[in-house]
């Protein structure tokens, strides 16, 4: 099942997110991304506020050559880095979602160059939800 909510792309792995993590992080480096940063969303919201949640996981994955692209035109756009991966489980099953880098982008729509490096990040992670959905 995938669907394309306005602000990302949304598939869902028939695992468990523990299983489901090593095949999202393959699949980005792949891509040339790696994971720059996790937040634990279950585990912090325990800690901070003692609420019981779903396994459920926030990755900053980074492309250091698109980072390098942007950076060099914007360095503004440091502002939308990295670009959130989430990893989300329901019912055994993990609900994947990249962001959309053309929706993340958007209030940046007049800069060709910004729009360009997009489009790139977009395909790649395209690719990726097509190898997860493989």
Known sequence: MITKPA????LTLDMPIN???PHVE????????GVLTEIDV???LKKK???????????????????HKV??????IGLFLP???TLHEIDGKTRVSLIDPMQMLAMASDNPELMEVAKEVEAAFRRVEA????
């Open 7 to 10: 602000y990302g792309f949304v």
């Open 71 to 76: 950076l060099s035109i914007d360095p503004n």
């Open 49 to 67: 506020i003692d609420v019981d949640f779903v396994p459920y996981v926030i990755l900053g994955a980074c492309s250091p050559k698109h980072a």
């Open 26 to 33: 393959e699949a980005l480096k792949a891509e040339g991304f």
């Open 42 to 44: 279950k585990a912090t």
């Open 131 to 134: 190898a997860l959905n493989a």
């Open 83 to 85: 670009c959130n991966v």
């Open 19 to 21: 299983e489901a993590r």
